[in-house]
């Protein structure tokens, strides 16, 4: 089987609200959306942003669609840029949980929920570059 994350599918009570937070945060356009959901296509995958009923109907789940123990990172090519993104994100709609600083393990990242408290790491690692089509390859 492939290495391969096809769809990341995050609930969202308000997808208006999201859409805005996605858009005018981080720039990103839906490359499709209706009444219940938008996807973005991303560099590999695609993020999909879902009404929270309907993704719990498309799941035969009930009320288990809520923000969990994981965070979604967006890597940027230099140290300087963590901040201003963060800064960014809060301005659409985010709520700013950690301001960018350098953690015990190198780098530079803080983080960021989105309007429906989905956690977003931004992050810089000089191991980790970033090509041009926005794929980051894990180095050492």
Same mark, same amino acid.
């Given at each position: 089987?492939?290495?391969?994350?096809?769809?990341?599918?995050?609930? +969202? +009570?308000?997808? %208006?609200?999201?859409?805005?937070?996605?858009?005018?945060?981080? /720039?990103? @356009? #839906?490359?499709? %959306?209706?009444?219940?959901i938008?996807?973005?296509?991303?560099? /590999?995958?695609?993020?999909?942003?879902? @009404?929270?009923?309907?993704?719990?109907?498309?799941?035969?789940?009930?009320?288990?669609?809520?923000?969990?123990?994981?965070?979604?990172?967006?890597?940027?090519?230099?140290? %300087?840029?963590? @901040?201003? +993104?963060?800064?960014?994100?809060?301005?659409? /709609?985010?709520?700013?949980?950690?301001?960018?600083?350098? #953690?015990?393990?190198?780098?530079?990242? /803080?983080?960021v929920?989105? #309007?429906?408290?989905?956690?977003? %790491?931004?992050?810089?690692?000089?191991?980790? #570059?970033?090509?041009?089509?926005?794929? +980051?390859?894990f180095?050492?």
């Amino acid at each position: 089987m492939q290495n391969q994350i096809s769809v990341i599918t995050l609930g +969202v +009570v308000d997808l %208006e609200r999201s859409r805005r937070f996605y858009t005018q945060g981080f /720039g990103w @356009q #839906p490359v499709f %959306e209706n009444a219940e959901i938008a996807f973005y296509q991303m560099n /590999g995958f695609v993020l999909g942003t879902f @009404q929270q009923a309907s993704l719990e109907a498309d799941m035969n789940r009930s009320g288990l669609v809520r923000p969990g123990a994981f965070s979604l990172a967006h890597n940027v090519p230099t140290q %300087e840029q963590v @901040q201003i +993104v963060l800064d960014q994100l809060a301005s659409a /709609g985010g709520r700013i949980l950690r301001n960018g600083d350098a #953690p015990p393990h190198g780098g530079f990242r /803080g983080y960021v929920a989105d #309007p429906d408290d989905h956690a977003w %790491e931004i992050a810089w690692n000089p191991s980790w #570059p970033i090509d041009a089509d926005g794929h +980051v390859t894990f180095g050492l």
